[in-house]
């Protein structure tokens, strides 16, 4: 499957609905993404913007939006915590506003995520400063 680029439209409604969010920015496939205490919050993926909401949020959404999806990168596989927002919702600034609001106070309640295994063996095996390595 061939990924196709986001549209520059949308990713300067992304950049300007996160302009006043407390979050860090970081490419993710390829994609602008956001992360708040190195959750993953919120980005892009192709031409969708995908937000990670509370199971309140996503139940009341879903109420008012029967269609709601989560996130799939990849056909079959999804990202259950991550909902892909409609075109409709996304281009209302007002509630755009109130749900990241919302999706990014979510986010900040979660418990820090600590460093990967991966990365803390590979930090040990690195040699001191002042020694060479063979």
Excluded: N
């Amino acid at each position: 499957m061939k990924w196709i680029k986001a549209p520059e439209e949308l990713k300067a409604l992304v950049e300007r609905l996160m302009q006043p969010i407390d979050c860090e920015r970081k490419p993710m496939f390829g994609y602008p993404a956001y992360f708040i205490r190195k959750h993953l919050f919120a980005g892009l993926f192709q031409d969708k913007l995908f937000v990670r909401l509370s199971p309140a949020q996503l139940a009341g959404l879903k109420g008012a939006i029967p269609d709601l999806r989560s996130l799939e990168p990849m056909p079959g596989r999804p990202m259950k915590d991550y909902t892909v927002i409609p075109t409709g919702l996304r281009e209302d600034a007002g509630k755009m506003a109130r749900l990241l609001d919302e999706a990014a106070e979510w986010c900040r309640s979660l418990p820090p995520k600590a460093a990967k295994a991966k990365a803390a063996r590979k930090a040990a095996r690195k040699p001191s400063a002042g020694k060479k390595s063979r």
